[in-house]
């Protein structure tokens, strides 16, 4: 802030967006053999996952996500900060926490709607279930898929929003 300058805003770019989900891409299949060794060992841990995923469930399946958008997007970041936090590696859990501002920009400003809210918890499901099987290779393809879900998603939102922007000019 520069005093009589106003503020100056940066906007989210689809840029920005494909280089957040090629970095959270790249931490979670490096670390992904890495979390299924500690939640083999850590109990407490890998009660936390389960937690976590079922009061996902409960909150979209109520339908509580569209009321309460905040919360559900604080379940999914509780849900990939345990992912990383189980990597025992602090510098990747501050790097995923320093790309939410962006994470949370696309979430909501651009409200992810209910139906990506289901398929995300059905993702997450699959990591989960993956991670107890302590199955590398299903993990290593449900963390893709999720990603890449989730990226698509939020471009196409982003995209339309812009055209409907564009469109009321």
């Known amino acids: 802030n520069v005093p009589n300058k106003g503020v100056s805003i940066r906007t989210f770019t689809p840029q920005d967006l494909h280089e957040v989900f090629d970095i ?19 109990q407490d841990l890998r009660q ?28 999914d970041l509780e ?36 139906e990506r809210d289901l398929e995300c918890v059905e993702e997450h499901q699959a990591i989960l279930d993956a991670i107890l099987a302590s199955d590398l290779d299903t993990l290593q393809k449900a963390l893709v898929t999720h990603l890449n879900n989730s990226k698509k998603a939020i471009q196409l939102i982003y995209n339309v929003n812009n055209v409907i922007l564009s469109n009321n000019k």
Do not use: C, W
């Open 24 to 42: 959270r891409l790249m931490m979670d299949t490096f670390f992904a053999k890495d979390v299924l060794l500690t939640l083999k060992y850590n």
């Open 48 to 75: 936390q996952f389960i937690k976590n995923l079922e009061a996902q469930r409960k909150f979209v399946e109520n339908n509580e996500s569209l009321k309460n958008p905040d919360e559900y997007f604080a379940l």
């Open 79 to 114: 849900f990939h900060t345990l992912f990383l936090t189980a990597s025992g590696n602090q510098k990747v859990v501050d790097i995923f926490r320093g790309l939410q501002p962006f994470t949370y920009t696309a979430g909501n400003y651009i409200k992810q709607p209910h």
